[in-house]
Nanobody
Framework: QVQLVESGGGLVQPGGSLRLSCVAS????????MGWYRQAPGKQRELVAL???????NSADSVKGRFTISRDNAKNTVYLQMNSLKPEDTAVYYC???????????????WGQGTQVTVSS
């Protein structure tokens, strides 16, 4: 199995910053694209940002210029640096990874348990 564990969420004032981390562990043969999604109360889960194993990144228009996704392949870790946070960024943030488990022939999508980010004064 592949496990994803997020950390770094919390309460921050508008205009503040947070850095989320997500570590993938378990019987991993290969990690492909990793990313962050978020889900606010009463809303559908939405894509925040994605990054390929080669480092190509893309992000939602709502966070462009404020959030930066990066990864450390040696540590099987993806990060989300969030700056200039707004109240509308409040959500549970989920890590996602497309990975091949050891012994498997096909990739699967895996999800973390989520970490709460609250932006409020």
């Amino acid at each position: 199995q592949v496990q994803l564990v997020e950390s770094g969420g919390g309460l921050v004032q508008p205009g503040g910053s947070l850095r989320l981390s997500c570590v993938a562990s378990g019987s991993i043969f290969r990690l492909y694209t990793m990313g962050w999604y978020r889900q606010a109360p009463g809303k559908q889960r939405e894509l925040v940002a994605l990054i390929t194993s080669g480092g190509s990144a893309n992000s939602a228009d709502s966070v462009k210029g404020r959030f930066t996704i990066s990864r450390d392949n040696a540590k099987n870790t993806v990060y989300l640096q969030m700056n200039s946070l707004k109240p509308e960024d409040t959500a549970v943030y989920y890590c996602n990874a497309n990975a091949v488990q050891s012994g498997a022939t096909m990739s699967q999508r895996y999800w973390g348990q989520g970490t709460q980010v609250t932006v409020s004064s």
